[in-house]
């Protein structure tokens, strides 16, 4: 309440070393703050050898600030300045109210010489002791308490009188403003919800242990959880039937790597012997991925949905797709043929025609090749059609996924996403290659490149 003009000033005074005042000049504060409207002014003297100021100094000084209407005082046994303002009330220099008491009554309690906390809080005769003090004040004229336990009630009488008399008008009770709960107790305990910028449905780190999609990773190591079973986790929200998590791991073996020459080896490679570090070697090869490299996995799965689910004979679809212009997804080798087939499409269509409930969507990709293959021995099914095909297999068999979550997995990218985990796997490895065998930078031969006008 600093500023106000009606004010009381306390004066604090210790007759021994400063390091413990702070504790009890914060309790007469505190007990001053209850039962008036506020300090003007708080000092604090301790038990130097030369003290800069006595107790009568400032009592005086205090006495002559109008904004001041009482002195409280908090003494301690020992020493004789208190017996300075005793003289100065004797005198009739002091002509406000002083509250004061001495605090070390207790001191007599003792047998033997007892020295309190300060250096200067010892009674050095009977002079020095908190009953001659408080005695002497007393007779002054200074209101003394009973006990320091009574001080309170001395200051509040005081008070109370000076209002009564017209000398003070009270300061209005100005309600501080309510302190905010802090927002992580609060949110703990569940009363209010921070604004998110991120939102998680598929993990959690906040417990003891972190869940995917809400398994304890204790337990999916203690139930010999696969890598199928934790992508079906973190991508699919669910555990999968391990028919289906077997096939997802299939798909990643198979598709970790197709060779150096493919174009996203040939890219990892390449930035690996410029001496790029392991992520900028993996993504040079990632970034190749796409409609003519390994990203056609989703086009062919949409395509073949698309196709069967509206009835189309894989006559209709393939010359649809011709009218558009448009290369069928899935379709189509640079080295296999139709009586060289690709392994790794035999061993998909071998395990889901052993292990799918049903296999329809792949049987259709399996009529379109037929029919392709009639025009070209190129045309053959590619590993991209066989994962898209099986994959969704796999969605509508497993019957865990809506029409609506099956077109919007396809649709998101999910497949594609299966081969840039798979192949990441053979890039990293090609870029570890290079720099184990301490390949030089690479220079694309002259023989190779065709220089024309």
Known sequence: MV????????????????KLQGGMSNELYNTIARVTDGIYEGIAIGGDVFPGSTLSDHVLRFNN??????????????????YSLVEALKQGKVNKPVVAWVSGTCARLFKSEVQFGHAGAKSGGELESAQAKNQALKDAGAVVPTSYEALETAIKETF???VE???????????????????NI?????????????????SDDRGEEPCYAGVPMSSIVEQGYGVGDVISLLWFKRSLPRYCTKFIEICIMLCADHGPCVSGAHNTIVTARAGKDLVSSLVSGLLTIGP??????????RYFKDAYDRGLTAYEFVESMKKKGIRVPGIG????RGDNRDKRVELLQLFARTNFPSVKY??????????????ANNLVLNVDGAIGSLFLDLLAGSGMFTKQEIDEIIEIGYLNGLFVLARSIGLIGHTFDQKRLKQPLYRHPWEDVLYTK
């Open 165 to 183: 008399a017209g000398k003070i008008t009270p300061v209005k009770e100005v309600k501080p403003p309510q302190i905010p709960e802090d927002l």
């Open 333 to 336: 080798h640079r080295i296999k």
């Open 362 to 375: 792949m049987e259709y990709a399996v009529q379109v090749e037929t029919y392709t293959l009639s025009k």
């Open 292 to 301: 003519r490299f390994g990203g056609a996995i989703d086009d062919a799965a």
């Open 186 to 202: 609060a949110i703990k305990s569940g009363r209010v919800r921070a604004p998110t910028h991120i939102i998680s449905t598929i």
């Open 160 to 162: 109370e009188k000076l």
């Open 3 to 18: 500023g106000s003009c009606e004010k009381i000033m306390i004066f604090y005074f210790f007759a021994f070393f400063l």
């Open 65 to 82: 600030i109008p904004q001041v209407k009482m002195i409280v005082v908090l003494g301690e046994l020992g020493g004789q300045d208190e």
